[in-house]
């Protein structure tokens, strides 16, 4: 049957990695073995997928507080190199895309807001057959890295968005941090990279257990 409630949100953002795509493991590996191999301290699991989200120079500087600055160009291709051992192995969570087509069924708008390359993001979206799923897209290397508002002020002025058009879904604070500051409204996933006792001081709408739920909570709220 037709839904005919009205929308609450014209354009919906959601991140990529630990949000759509199951791929917190391997990042967290990644960033630890590329430590490893330059010489640094390794960073805990917590410490390494805290930094998920962010540009990726930003990140391993936070991950890597030892390493000098002079390594930061090898240390992150280094990265790269652990990362693309595994992209094949990674995808969309469960019900992820089902999801996005109800949406768009629904006449939403879609966007990714990741801290991917733009490279990077392109190559998985390929690899998952979503292109044209997506109705726009930015990446921490063309833009401000998370959780500067910058991403989703692009966003709102390519589709002439107001901010409480906009909602921002992501799984960590520096999702719902760029979604505060930008002054739209923001969903959390409680399945991706940070716990989510650090959410609640963010104001999110929702934190969501599952795709399941994130995908109910839509249907009903958005």
């Known amino acids: 049957m037709p839904d005919f409630r009205p929308r609450r949100f014209d354009l919906i953002a959601f991140d990529w990695d630990g949000t759509l795509f199951d791929s917190t493991a391997i990042i967290v590996r990644s960033i630890q073995d590329a430590v ?30 030892d390493v000098p600055r002079e390594r930061y160009t090898e240390l992150g291709n280094r990265y790269r190199y652990h990362y693309l051992q595994h992209q094949d192995d990674l995808s969309l969570f469960d019900g992820v ?8 069924t629904r006449g939403h708008l879609l ?3 990741t801290g991917k390359s733009r490279r990077g993001l392109d190559q998985v979206l390929h690899q998952v057959q979503l292109r044209g799923m997506f109705d ?34 992501g799984d960590t604070t520096h999702d719902l941090a760029m979604a505060r500051a930008a002054g739209c409204a923001s969903v959390g996933v409680g399945y991706g990279a940070h716990d989510t006792a650090g959410f ?23």
């Open 200 to 222: 609640a001081e963010l104001g999110p709408l929702c934190v969501a257990s599952s795709v399941a739920d994130l995908h109910r909570w839509l249907q009903e709220h958005a």
């Open 97 to 104: 895309l089902p999801m996005l087509e109800c949406l768009r």
């Open 36 to 65: 490893r191999d330059v010489g640094g301290t390794v960073p805990t699991d917590e410490a390494a997928a805290w930094v998920i989200g962010m540009a990726l120079p930003q990140a391993l500087a936070h991950a890597a507080p």
């Open 111 to 113: 966007a990714v807001a």
């Open 136 to 169: 726009g897209s930015r990446t921490a290397d063309e833009t401000a890295g998370k959780p500067h508002p910058l991403m989703l002020q692009e966003l709102m002025a390519e589709f002439g968005v107001e901010p409480e058009r906009l909602l921002m879904i």
